[in-house]
């Protein structure tokens, strides 16, 4: 039965093709083409007979012409074209293309004024009977064309920092009685690999447009469609007169990728009675070349005073940092840093040895000043922007501490004026380092613990330890002493001689017991214990463990530094420093503690010996009662 089904289907399909005939299709008209611009009018013929390529001509009927039909051009026939049109054909102004074998269009070039009629598409028969149409036509009127597009401003080639703003103005417009759309698109071609000598056709790129029904959509490229999402492209429409408005694309911070010749394209639309939407007009204007210089091509570093610098303790330090290259327009957020390495006077600063490199201060996007461990230089300096890109750090009163190679780092968040703190910056860079060196006035120190004489140390008692320290200096200084305490090596423990602990200090490091500052203010670092520290005199600073317990006892020292006033009154750390030689704590036993041990040992004996009398007793009660039973 399939096979019946399938054949009755064809028969009646047959049947239907013979009765429609042959159908010639245009599309509707009238159509509205501008002069100058091409005209597309495609042709197609259905139910037909024969060879499965078919042939069309063309033909015109001018409303100039009171009616008469003109041969415009034919797919059988070379000579088929009138007059007028015989060298616009061989030309291939106006010619014939084919989509199929059953499918073809008329495509004039440029079209003229003349042009305009009713056009006639007819497909010689190659059917066994005359069945149906074989032509249909379709009116086209030719409009003048009014399409202007100008620009306010060129490109001039000039080189553009990586990060600067970007302005692309195009105005256009249209004066039609026909109700035409006009959309507008920027563009750029070439460029991609950083140059800006524009490319070719294969390297152009849609920017931003501005479509008929006033839509604004971003070019087809990721990078643009983000840049559009984040606000970095943006295109406005500002009317103007006589129907021509001024459309502006601002880019927030160009990219080296920008590089290239940038244009303007205006198109002129109209809706065909088919409801499809036809681009009548087009024009594209070259707004000029761009090229994009890269950050790390336009942007320099330097500090100020450089090379070497040294001053006294005490006074003022101002180092500048100097950045230029940059984006103009405050478009671009700056992260200004000055970074040290090094503490140390001498060659070891001038070459950037000693020590890691550390943040001194900072000023963010957004102003902000911070500074970096040393929090107190908050109150004695600052950083500030003296001018644009010019950014000076100041010390009020230099330390010793000071010391080091300064270095400024910039980094530039390129068309981000307040990037979040984890956004990548666009380029960073670093200037050559500045060494300072500060002399302070010669500081001579020396530290000795001892241990007052007096009675044995026991275990409860106050141990008392005094640190007698010697400065010789010019000027007011102050002392700031800290007491650290070590374990008494094992061995020595052992033996119960701990008169040559002192000789064999241990590897691990030691801990801080107290420290009694410069100020005069008390810091107490005990696990526990009652710790107390004073100044007994002048040269003389005195240390004093209350109630002294096992863990009190170690070998002792005494860590003097000196600290110097500078000329505003504010103290400095000099780094004059001694540590004095060891002082062995040892605590021994109180005579209370030793009286227990006889009599621990006694109460030990004497119920070990009871217990083995009792046992005795009862094991020989026990085997006598057993005996005397009577044998049942």
């Known amino acids: ?278 681009r009548i007009a087009q024009r594209t204007l070259e707004i000029g070349n761009l090229t994009v210089q890269r950050l790390s091509e336009s942007m320099t570093v330097t500090s100020t005073p450089s090379g070497r610098v040294s001053l006294q303790a005490g006074s003022p330090l101002t180092l500048t940092c100097q950045v230029s290259g940059l984006p103009g327009g405050g478009t671009s957020g700056l992260l200004v840093q000055w970074l040290k390495r090094g503490s140390l006077p001498g060659d070891a600063v001038a070459a950037g040895a000693g020590g890691v490199e550390v943040e001194v201060a900072r000023m963010g996007p957004d102003g902000v000043v911070s500074w970096g461990d040393d929090l107190s230089r908050g109150t004695g300096g600052a950083l500030e922007m003296v001018t644009e890109g010019s950014y000076a750090l100041r010390l009020f009163s230099a330390r010793p501490s000071d010391s080091g190679v300064y270095r400024c780092a910039v980094s530039v968040y390129a068309g981000r004026k307040n990037p979040a703190p984890s956004a990548p910056a666009t380029f960073s860079q670093r200037s050559e380092g500045v060494s300072v060196n500060l002399k302070t006035k010669e500081v001579l120190v020396s530290a000795v613990a001892q241990l007052p004489r007096g009675p044995l140390l026991k275990r409860g008692s106050t141990v008392t330890l005094l640190c007698n320290v010697t400065v010789t200096t010019t000027g007011p200084a102050q002392v700031q002493v800290l007491w650290l305490r070590r374990p008494i090596p094992e061995p020595l423990i052992t033996k119960g001689d701990p008169a040559d602990a002192a000789a064999l200090l241990p590897a691990g490091p030691p801990s801080a017991v107290a420290t009694l500052t410069y100020e005069g203010m008390a810091q107490l670092f005990t696990n526990g214990s009652e710790v107390s520290v004073d100044r007994v005199s002048a040269v003389t600073y005195r240390l004093r463990v209350h109630a002294a317990s096992l863990e009190d006892q170690g070998l002792y020292v005494c860590r003097a530094e000196v600290w ?69």
Request: net charge neutral.
């Open 1 to 278: 039965m399939a096979p019946l089904q399938a054949a009755i289907v064809i028969l009646l399909q047959l049947m239907l093709h013979q009765a429609a005939g042959r159908e010639v299709l245009l599309p509707l008209g009238t159509l509205y083409r501008v002069a100058g611009f091409p005209l597309s009018l495609p042709c197609a013929v259905t139910g037909y007979e024969g060879a499965r390529t078919q042939d069309f001509e063309w033909f015109l009927y001018r409303e100039d012409a009171n009616g008469r039909q003109m041969g415009i051009v034919s797919t059988r026939d070379q000579g088929f074209p009138y007059a007028p049109y015989q060298g616009r054909v061989r030309s291939g102004e106006v010619r014939v293309e084919r989509d199929s074998g059953d499918k073809a269009r008329l495509v004039v070039q440029r079209l003229r004024p003349e042009d305009q009629g009713k056009y006639e598409c007819y497909t010689p028969t190659t059917d066994t009977t005359y069945q149906g149409n074989y032509s249909a036509s379709v009116v086209v009127k030719v409009i003048p064309d009014t399409l202007q597009i100008s620009y306010t401003r060129a490109l001039t080639g000039q080189p553009l920092p990586e990060g600067a703003g970007l302005t692309l103005t195009c105005s256009a417009g249209v004066q039609s009685k026909e109700h035409t759309h006009l959309s507008i698109m920027f563009g750029k071609r070439g460029g991609d690999s950083g140059g800006g000598e524009g490319g070719d056709v294969s390297t152009l790129r849609e920017i931003i447009a501005l479509d008929r029904v006033l839509g604004v959509t971003p070019g087809s490229s990721q990078a643009y469609r983000k840049r559009y999402e984040d606000g970095e492209i943006t295109l406005e429409k500002r009317n103007g007169a006589a129907g021509v408005d001024t459309y502006v694309v601002r880019m927030r911070a160009v990219k080296p990728e920008d590089s290239g010749s940038y244009f303007c394209e205006a198109a002129q639309w109209i809706l065909d009675p088919n409801g499809s939407w036809q």
């Open 564 to 632: 110097g006033q500078d000329p505003h009154g504010g103290w400095y750390n000099t780094q004059a420093k001694d540590e004095s030689p060891a002082v062995t704590v040892y605590l021994y036993a109180r005579a209370a503690d030793l009286l227990l041990i006889p009599l621990i040992i006694g109460v030990s004996s004497a119920l070990f010996v009871g217990i083995v009398i009792i046992s005795t007793i009862t094991c020989c009660f026990m085997n006598r009662l057993a005996r005397q039973r009577p044998v049942k």
